[in-house]
């Protein structure tokens, strides 16, 4: 059993559970103002709220701790960006009591340091489409020590502990430590109060039965050589489509067998940000599974803020990975 009680674990599914629920609360309330980043991506006040409220809970917990987010408030201080940060400032202090737009831009901006040997690294809204969609995301933190996770926890506020999509609802709540195993509970249950439960991965041993996990953005990788792959598997299970880390979550509780993140043909030098993998990946393996990148090797959060070292991700229940890494190696993904 993991003990929650131990201070990392403990801050963790507290800032997740605070930072998620009020995600949830903005899903809910039909906020979804959305701004431009560099690379075009959507983001929401839930985003930038989020990272706020993760950032207030460690400098207050961990002042020392470097933390590596997504997301920069350069665009919440510009006069376009105006209205959107006083609705920033109006979620987050449901969670921050008191707090001021400036407050909120300096919090926001803490998640902008370099990775060192140890950090936190988070993504606020993993999955802004779904998000957008009323759909599937994910608040994903994760604790990195000399380039290797050692915690991971991911807030799914649409999800419920029987792994049903459940908007609104419960929410469910994935919390992994090396060597302790992955677990979840409810997201909006107390920490004194909730039961934790073990996740497993599949023990499917058939390649032509294995189940992928599939977005519903096609942007996220390269859509034919998925079809490829599956092709090559003799694969005639239907897929899994999911949002976000919440793959990775489902991946670990035995509901598919095998999640790729392949490079899109326009993107071919893609590398992964460390947010987007951190907290799913240990989980998967904690749960029993193996994730590396395409070539089958670890994955490596030691080179800043992308997995430099590393292309795309291959994600399965361990029993498939090698079967899935010759696909790929016959498919030239």
């Known amino acids: 059993m993991i003990n929650i009680n131990e201070p990392k674990i403990e801050f963790a599914l507290n800032?997740?559970?605070?930072?998620?629920?009020?995600?949830?609360?903005?899903?809910?309330?039909?906020?979804?103002?959305?701004?431009?980043?560099?690379?075009?991506?959507?983001?929401?006040?839930?985003?930038?709220?989020?990272?706020?409220?993760?950032?207030?809970?460690?400098?207050?917990?961990?002042?020392?701790?470097?933390?590596?987010?997504?997301?920069?408030?350069?665009?919440?201080?510009?006069?376009?960006?105006?209205?959107?940060?006083?609705?920033?400032?109006?979620?987050?202090?449901?969670?921050?009591?008191?707090?001021?737009?400036?407050?909120?831009?300096?919090?926001?901006?803490?998640?902008?340091?370099?990775?060192?040997?140890n950090y936190w690294t988070l993504d606020p809204i993993d999955g802004t489409k779904g998000f957008l969609r009323g759909a599937q995301y994910a608040c994903a933190l994760a604790y990195v020590e000399e380039g290797k996770v050692q915690i991971g926890v991911l807030g799914c506020p649409n999800m419920n502990p029987n792994l049903r999509e459940d908007v609104g609802g419960s929410g469910l709540l994935v919390v992994a430590k090396r060597e302790s195993g992955s677990w979840m509970t409810e997201l909006r249950e107390s920490q004194a109060e909730g039961q934790y439960s073990p996740l497993t991965v599949s023990t499917r041993l058939e390649p032509e039965q294995a189940r992928l996990m599939r977005s519903f953005e096609s942007g996220h990788t390269n859509v034919s050589q998925v079809d490829h792959f599956q092709e090559e598997l003799g694969g005639k299970a239907d897929p899994v489509r999911m949002d976000s880390q919440v793959k990775y979550a489902l991946l670990a509780a035995g509901w598919g067998e095998i999640y790729l993140r392949l490079l899109s043909p326009d993107r071919m030098d893609y590398r992964e940000k460390i947010w987007d993998q951190a907290a799913g990946s240990v989980i998967v393996e904690e749960a029993g599974g193996r994730v590396t990148d395409l070539d089958g090797n670890p994955l490596d959060f030691s080179q800043g803020r992308t997995l430099k070292k590393n292309r795309g991700i291959c994600a399965t229940n361990g029993i498939l990975h090698e079967a899935a890494l010759t696909a790929l190696g016959k498919i030239n993904a």
């Open 15 to 117: 800032a997740v559970r605070q930072a998620a629920s009020l995600a949830g609360d903005i899903q809910q309330e039909m906020v979804s103002v959305a701004l431009t980043k560099d690379d075009r991506s959507p983001v929401t006040v839930a985003d930038f709220a989020a990272q706020a409220v993760v950032s207030s809970l460690l400098e207050k917990r961990f002042p020392d701790a470097i933390l590596v987010g997504e997301e920069q408030a350069d665009v919440l201080r510009s006069p376009e960006g105006r209205e959107t940060l006083d609705k920033v400032a109006d979620f987050a202090s449901r969670a921050i009591p008191g707090v001021t737009p400036k407050l909120v831009c300096e919090y926001i901006d803490r998640g902008a340091a370099a990775p060192g040997e």
